[in-house]
């Protein structure tokens, strides 16, 4: 069965440092990756998502993600946190078993640090 | 406005009360969902309809049923509500537009419930 694993239930970064969120992936298969945020009682907001091609996907707000086929992992970074990155993100793998599904990760609480 | 609809937003129910949770897209989109999303457990898929007049159990369904009701609307509900149930409940519908690049969810806002 398709999963990921966020490994981390929270990650605390200063604001202005780089910041990394990390996802690892278990697919049979090419995997469809992706990222979603929310915001404090908010919905989910789709940030980036890789299909094929560059390993490097750049999404909204300035974050990109990284996959790494030999290292099964997907980590969502930014160069520069801001205050108003703080959210819970959520790592997500399609799961194309018997039907066409998306998987999510338990998420990562990001907090950013003024 | 295009997108997933989601009602109520809010709702709080006694133990062993029934509600139906809706969700309505007007996307054309085939396959719709209902996740839970509880602390520390991320979202975890309750039922699915992968087309109109099909449905599919998740990975958490006991104490739901659903009903597909046509190609737009889908819905979730408790029959005899639980604390257990407690959650944030939230609908979405998949595209398969554009070929690959064009796959993801649209999500809803929403349902926040809470059981007494």
């Known amino acids: 069965a398709q999963s990921v694993a966020q490994p981390e239930d929270q990650v605390n970064v200063a604001e202005g440092n780089p910041l990394t969120v990390k996802c690892t992936y278990s697919?049979?298969?090419?995997?469809?990756l992706f990222w979603y945020v929310q915001y404090p009682n908010r919905g989910l907001q789709f940030l980036l998502k890789y299909i094929t091609g560059d390993n490097l996907v750049k999404g909204s707000y300035g974050f990109e993600a990284e996959f790494n086929k030999s290292q099964t992992s997907f980590h969502l970074k930014k160069p520069s946190a801001l205050v108003s990155d703080s959210a819970l993100y959520f790592c997500?793998?399609?799961?194309?078993?018997?039907?066409?599904?998306?998987?999510f990760g338990k998420g990562t609480r990001l907090h950013i640090l003024p | 406005n295009a997108g997933v609809t989601q009602t109520p937003k809010f709702q709080v129910l006694k133990t062993g009360q029934s509600m139906t949770l809706q969700c309505a897209q007007d996307?054309?989109?085939?396959?719709m969902y209902w996740y839970r999303q509880d602390p520390g457990m991320g979202l975890r898929l309750i039922y699915y309809?992968?087309?109109?007049?099909?449905?599919d159990k998740g990975e958490v369904p006991n104490g739901y049923n659903v009903s597909r009701l046509n190609k737009r609307e889908f819905s979730l509900r408790l029959e005899s509500a639980a604390p257990s149930q407690t959650s944030v409940y939230f609908c979405a519908s998949m595209t398969m537009g554009q070929g690959a690049s064009g796959y993801g969810y649209t999500f809803g806002s929403g349902t926040r419930l809470t059981v007494v």
């Open positions: 697919v049979s298969g090419n995997p469809y």
């Open positions: 996307m054309n989109h085939n396959s």
């Open positions: 997500a793998v399609r799961d194309m078993g018997r039907d066409d599904k998306i998987i």
């Open positions: 309809s992968a087309s109109e007049g099909t449905t």
